[in-house]
């Protein structure tokens, strides 16, 4: 299938590795430019010089947590780029346990897509665009290692995105939503898990029904089919990653 997204430019935050960095490689390879951004210059710095093969790429050190930074990478990459067609929201912060540290992911969870889309919608209206944010399963059941501001914000994240469906729809952008479940990235924390706590890492494998978790390319490859004219009649959904992890049966 010919997902149509030749031409189409895309702006990807916290893109330089994990499933941020697949989503750009995929969206590359489907012929897409696009916009990378990350908080460490030499991150961002490293990951043009891989990505430049793949095709346009251009990218900056963004601070997705302060408004002026953030709206400062989306115009100046709408420019670079000549519009924006695809806005990917995948800045998240830590989770964090102390309820005053909870505004770390308040501003780089939720303000950012809000402020990042804000930025952005005007260009994505132009070509009727597409909005995609990441969310995860921990928001619709009780997360391993607890309750936290991660689950709670990505919750706000998914509400916001899927109520924007309503809003930015009338004006021809599409919003949705990924879920991922449990995914393996090298050097992330489903890694660390692995080589730390192997029985915990089997006991998550065999919850899923095909046993084994999902990788960087099964979200971008979800993200990559949303935001094509494939889906051009999918707006408003909660799209759940996962290989069957979550029990709950939907409707």
Known sequence: MDLGLAGKKALVTGSTKGIGRNIVETLLAEGASVAICARSQDGVDAALGELAAMGPVCG?????????????????????????????HNTSGKPQRKPEDWVKNFNIDLMALVNGVGAAQ????????????????????????????????????????????????????????????????????????????????????????????????????????????????????NLVVDGGFLKRVNY
């Not at 050190?61 to 067609?85: F, K, M, R, T, Y």
């Not at 260009?123 to 597409?130: I, K, N, P, V, W």
């Not at 995609?132 to 509400?159: C, D, P, R």
């Open 60 to 88: 900056a050190a963004v601070d997705a947590g302060d408004p002026e930074s953030l709206n400062a990478w989306v115009a100046s990459s709408i420019a670079e780029l000549g519009g924006a067609d695809i806005y990917v």
């Open 122 to 237: 005007e260009a994505l209206a132009d070509g009727g665009g597409s909005v995609l944010s990441i969310g995860t399963t921990a928001t619709a059941e009780h997360f391993a290692s607890g309750s936290g501001s991660y689950s709670a914000f990505k919750a706000a994240v998914t509400n916001w995105t899927l109520g924007q469906a309503q809003v930015l729809g009338a004006k021809g952008v599409r919003c949705n939503v990924v879920s991922p479940g449990p995914i393996y990235v090298d050097g992330g924390d489903w890694n660390m898990i692995k080589d730390n706590m192997p029985e915990f890492y089997e006991a998550s494998q065999k919850v899923h029904p095909g046993g084994e978790l999902g990788t960087t390319q099964d979200v971008a490859n979800a993200i990559a089919f949303l935001a094509s004219d494939a889906a051009r009649h999918i707006n408003g959904v």
